[in-house]
């Protein structure tokens, strides 16, 4: 053949041969949401403060944290932690150590006095909150930061609600409660404790003195089993044996105690039990892997002694005169229903048996007394209504929390305070340019980031950070917490596990291996040339975080 030689080939550069003519597709660059943060119920920003943090940038990492959420050291211990559950490396290895390396970076900044920076310009409107707990401080932080004045009224002495009285110092240090609830305060926050609002008098007068008004009230009205006489010294509200429990002053409940309930308060109750030197059972209507609490709780609580007679229930109680209670229970069938706190049972034949005990304590949920607001607010199944914007019936009261949602987690209810401070926000007209530096486009625009979109040949398996315990006598003699934190050393290796889904780590995998030099770099991230991109893919191929993406063109 005589084939031409082609120019190029005489002019030493490649830039005549327009190989963008070729395509079907365009390969772009992208910043996408990684799963977790699709189910971080404070919507964090995780792929980017764990960067940070490899990069032993601790203040930025804590600083892209408490965007969204002040209490990361708090977080780090009680979450449950459904980011781990949808992180892609989990279909890879094993589930990256989130709420571990949250905890790290709280610490540090504990540790280190850092507080949030104040707020530039004070915005009008002033927002009244009741009740201090995680989701009324949530929304107190975020007005303001946004610079808002805002008075919070809480019924207790002191000010954490459930994070304080419901949840033991062997799980939240008082002293990390105490740091991260102070840092909020010093930005301005003006605190009523020991104001109980009791009346629809009362919240119609703080209305009228206010902007705005954001009701976290929680759910303090405990649920209790029909078959029980509460007024006998031998039962007891799990709420009320907890709150004496924490505050040091233990009830005299006999030595043999039951714990009705399988969730997080329930397991609390019984450990605190077993610290007060009790021998204590669980009855929980799940089956083991069916209870709400989280698995390494019930683990922890089996360690400590405490013995878990699952997928069973209470039916009948008799006294023994001076033996104690004999309580007849009978082993059961669990089928959650389609919503949380819905559920069939059914008996098991020739499954009944019974137990002794001094003193029963039940901790099978709780709901919110609407009583409490008066005529005027619409409830839907129990709970107060409110719309997408956290916005009651009322006009210009919004709410949040377990008052308003099923969803009975911490940071469930930190993320509500956040999106209800938003929304009053706007209600309240501020819309300035001067509004918080610290916002950050999250992509969500784009699609979630799936395993298949990240190139894990640059990520070599490695095994995730263990949870180190204190030896199970040690905590129930010391009282003290049972999770211990990570070393630097060990926050640093799991940071490194992270495959920082769809946020770009700027390797320039995706101009080297370009066969067309059609990917160039830019300030904040890289352009695809398209007189050069031919589709080919390798730059999505090549990227280990999902960062690049192909699009169909349609000419």
């Known amino acids: 053949m005589n084939a031409r030689i082609p120019t190029i080939w005489t002019t030493g550069s490649t830039e005549a ?55 990361p050291s708090i977080a780090g211990r009680i979450c449950h932690h459904p980011c781990e559950t949808a992180c892609n490396r989990g279909g890879y290895d094993q589930a990256l150590s989130i709420c571990k390396l949250e905890r790290f970076v709280g610490d540090q900044a504990l540790a280190q006095g850092w507080g949030f920076q104040a707020p530039a310009a004070a915005q009008p409107g002033h927002v009244a909150i009741v009740g201090g707990g995680p989701s009324g401080l949530s929304a107190a932080f975020q007005l ?3 610079g808002f004045a805002v008075t919070l009224f809480e019924a207790q002495a002191q000010l954490g609600g459930l994070m304080r009285y419901g949840i033991p110092a062997y799980r939240l240090a008082r ?40 009701l ?63 021998q204590v059972t669980l009855l929980a209507l799940e089956q083991r892997a069916q209870m709400p609490a989280q698995a390494e709780e019930v683990e922890e609580a089996l360690e400590e002694g405490i013995t878990l007679l699952d997928g069973a229930r209470l039916d009948a109680v008799s006294a023994a005169g001076t033996d104690g209670l004999t309580l007849a229970c009978s082993k059961v069938l669990f089928v959650p229903g389609a919503e949380r706190g819905q559920f069939t049972l059914s008996v098991i034949e020739g499954g009944g ?31 107060l209504q409110t719309d997408a914007q956290l916005a009651t019936s009322t006009a210009g009261i919004y709410a949040g929390g377990d008052l308003v949602s099923m969803a009975r987690f911490v940071t469930e209810a930190i993320g509500m305070g956040q999106r209800a401070a938003q929304a009053i926000a706007d209600a309240l007209r501020w819309r300035g340019a001067d509004q918080d530096t610290t916002a950050i486009a999250t992509g969500d625009d784009q699609p979630l980031v799936p395993l298949a979109a990240i190139s894990t040949f640059y990520h070599p398996k490695a095994q995730r950070a263990q949870t180190q315990l204190l030896d199970a006598r040690e905590r129930l003699a010391s009282g003290v917490e049972v999770q211990l934190g990570l070393e630097l050393e060990q926050a640093l290796s799991e940071s490194q596990r992270c495959f920082s889904c769809g946020t770009c780590i700027y390797c320039d995998n995706c101009v080297v291996y370009c066969p067309d030099m059609a990917v160039k770099r830019v300030d904040h991230g890289y352009t695809v040339l398209t007189d050069y991109c031919k589709g080919c893919g390798v730059c999505v191929k090549e990227c280990p975080t999902g960062s690049m993406t192909m699009q169909e063109e349609l000419r």
């Open 144 to 146: 303001r930061r946004m």
């Open 175 to 214: 002293d990390v409660l105490d740091g991260e609830i102070a840092r909020i305060v010093a930005l301005g926050v003006k605190v009523n404790c020991g104001c109980r609002i009791e009346s629809a008098e009362d919240f119609t007068r703080l209305r009228q003195q206010h902007d705005a008004l954001y």
């Open 17 to 71: 041969v327009k190989t963008g003519t070729w395509r079907a597709s365009l390969a772009k660059h992208i910043k996408a949401p990684a799963p977790c943060h699709g189910a971080c119920p404070v919507d964090g920003d995780i792929a980017e403060w764990i960067g940070l943090a490899r990069s032993r940038d601790f203040h930025g990492a804590w600083q892209v944290l408490t965007r969204h959420n002040p209490f």
């Open 216 to 278: 976290a009230l929680g759910a303090a009205r405990q649920k209790r089993l029909p078959m029980l006489d509460y007024s006998q010294p031998w039962v007891c509200d799990g709420a009320r044996y907890l709150a004496a429990a924490n505050s040091g002053q233990a009830l005299a409940l006999g030595r043999r105690l039951l714990v009705i309930g399988g969730g997080s308060a329930a397991l609390d109750a019984a450990r605190s039990a077993r610290r007060l030197g009790h």
């Open 353 to 383: 048996f019974s137990i002794a005990a001094d003193a029963i304590v039940t901790s099978i949920g709780q709901d919110p007394d609407l009583a409490l607001l008066g005529q005027g607010f619409a409830a839907a199944g129990g709970l």
